[in-house]
């Protein structure tokens, strides 16, 4: 199990640069856990004992308040980091992280993270610029959620997932109660969401999309590359001729 570990510690991109040396402590306070699908891997409010590094499967990271209501700020898919803001300041987790499917994670000590920070400044560097990225994330979740109805917000996902496939028809990634979680919505909204996209040339059966007219779906919903898109894409195509 070592070797598997110092290999996946050796392929993290955060890690790329970092001495030997923090490699190798990294690698002594390091585990690879699985968890079923539903398992709550961590609670809100607890102390970050690891660092998590999503490997396979996707968690939600979600907020609960006292009256029990559940929002998900965020959903990692692999390779991401989670609860790294809480590892860097020892302080409690502010979001609880459930496993929405089977999942594969390679847990680090919190301890060993903070101490290779302090004496690596390439690790700092790059864990710095996960956070950064993790927090332009959540900013784009924000302005989605505040800058555009329902409707809009799932034509832009499937305008999202038609470039990423190339198509016109592509099957939805995850099932449509996750996308409604993803879009802050609800399964019920999702569901007038795409009836109010019917007259726009969108179809739907099961997980199955077709978009008769993407130009159509484009000009109602208008999607935003500073919105829909990570850090690692650059542009949605151009209208089609």
Known sequence: MNGEISSRLGSLAPLTGVSRETLCNLTRGASI?????????????????????????????????????????????????????????DMPCLLGALAVEPVKVLTISSQTVREGVASDHRLALNLMGVQARQFRSIVRRVKNL?????????????????????SIAFALPVPKRQIAVRLGMTPESVSRAF???????????????????????????????????????????????
């Open 146 to 166: 505040n800058l555009r109805t329902a409707t809009e917000r799932l034509g832009c996902y499937l305008m999202l997932q038609r470039e990423r496939t190339g």
């Open 33 to 89: 856990r699985r968890y079923p699908a539903g398992t709550q891997i961590a609670e809100q409010g607890a102390a970050p004992e690891f660092l998590n590094v999503l490997l396979e499967g996707s968690v939600e990271l979600i907020g609960k308040g006292r009256d029990e209501r559940e929002s998900v700020v965020r959903c990692c898919e692999p390779i991401d980091f989670f609860f790294l803001a809480a590892v860097l300041t």
């Open 195 to 241: 009836a109010s996209l019917r007259e726009y040339g969108v179809s739907v059966s099961g997980r199955e999309v077709v978009l008769r007219d993407p130009d159509l779906v484009r000009a109602r919903c208008v999607p935003d590359p500073l919105i829909d898109l990570d850090d690692r894409e650059r542009s949605f195509p151009e209208a089609d001729t």
